[in-house]
């Protein structure tokens, strides 16, 4: 794999050398690095930087994008040369209505339960102590969830219509 060269890389797309296996390697590897600035806190998702809940964060997508690429492989099979293309193809509208949906789902509980939300947040408890122990809230472990549940819906979503693509070829 070439990290920092493109020319070798260009040279090796253009003969058609590049691997099924390398391209879902150079794929996670994009996933990683998109997400590495957050990880690094140079712009990060949530205001919960450089804490418990931070290191949580980046450890649960970076095993989801692990995990998730790993199973969409597995679901277009080893001998599949135009994995990436069709990963890469389906992600966009498939991650663009999962998004959607999740995001509205999550603000339509925000808002219709605003301030019953900032009660329960506020309120003495042993999981919102926890939750302020690693530096968020109960509005930031919605937000936690609801992208998490989404990044997991995406991989989900592409597997299955990767094995459709498969079963129609």
Not at 112 to 133: K, V
Not at 138 to 143: K, Q, R
Request: hydrophobic content about 55%; some cysteine.
């Amino acid at each position: 794999m070439y990290f920092f060269r493109t020319a070798p890389l260009v040279l090796a797309l253009a003969r058609n050398e590049v691997s099924p296996r390398d391209q879902t390697y150079y794929l996670l590897a994009s996933f990683l690095v998109l997400y590495l600035p957050s990880a690094l806190g140079v712009s990060h998702l949530s205001g919960a930087y450089a804490t418990w809940a931070h290191a949580i964060d980046v450890l649960f997508y970076i095993s989801i994008v692990v995990i998730g690429t790993l199973a969409a492989r597995a679901a277009a099979g080893e001998a599949n040369r135009n994995f990436i293309m069709e990963f890469t193809c389906l992600l966009m509208p498939i991650a663009l209505t999962t998004l959607a949906a999740a995001w509205s789902l999550h603000w339509l509980v925000i808002w219709s339960l605003g301030e019953e939300l900032a009660r329960w947040t506020w309120a003495p408890s042993a999981f919102n102590n926890s939750l302020r122990a690693v530096g968020t809230d109960l509005v930031g472990f919605l937000a936690f969830v609801t992208n998490a549940g989404a990044i997991a819906v995406i991989f989900a979503r592409i597997v299955r219509q990767l094995r459709s693509v498969q079963a129609k070829k």
